[in-house]
Nanobody, 122 residues
Framework: QVKLVDSGGGLVQPGGSLTLSCAAS????????IGWFRQAPGKEREPVSC????????TYADSVKGRFTISVDKGNSMAYLQMNNLGPEDTAVYYC???????????????WGQGTQVTVSS
């Protein structure tokens, strides 16, 4: 049974950094994908990043390329999203997701974490 628990959000000043964590119990770490979506107030959920666990291939939204890094610790069934140079536009609830493969479509992920709030403000 897959269960995702995401954590690590908080309040950070513009230009700061945060690392989100996702405890991915029950996720087949050699065959699935793990990613992150986010949802800002009044906006649709949008893909942020994803990693295909069989081959380690990563994808990033254009808005976070060069600033965010996704990583996994297969042995401990953990995934991380390192976020640097954060700006107010990154303020959102961030969700860890998992399913058979990476996708930019939220409906293609059956498994979701509960969400963790990231607020970027001075």
């Amino acid at each position: 049974q897959v269960k995702l628990v995401d954590s690590g959000g908080g309040l950070v000043q513009p230009g700061g950094s945060l690392t989100l964590s996702c405890a991915a119990s029950g996720v087949p770490m050699d065959s699935y994908a793990i990613g992150w979506f986010r949802q800002a107030p009044g906006k649709e959920r949008e893909p942020v990043s994803c990693v295909s666990l069989p081959n380690g291939r990563t994808t990033y939204a254009d808005s976070v390329k060069g600033r965010f890094t996704i990583s996994v610790d297969k042995g401990n069934s953990m995934a991380y999203l390192q976020m640097n140079n954060l700006g107010p536009e990154d303020t959102a609830v961030y969700y860890c997701v998992s399913d058979f493969g990476c996708s930019v479509y939220a409906h293609e992920f059956d498994f979701w974490g509960q969400g963790t709030q990231v607020t970027v403000s001075s």
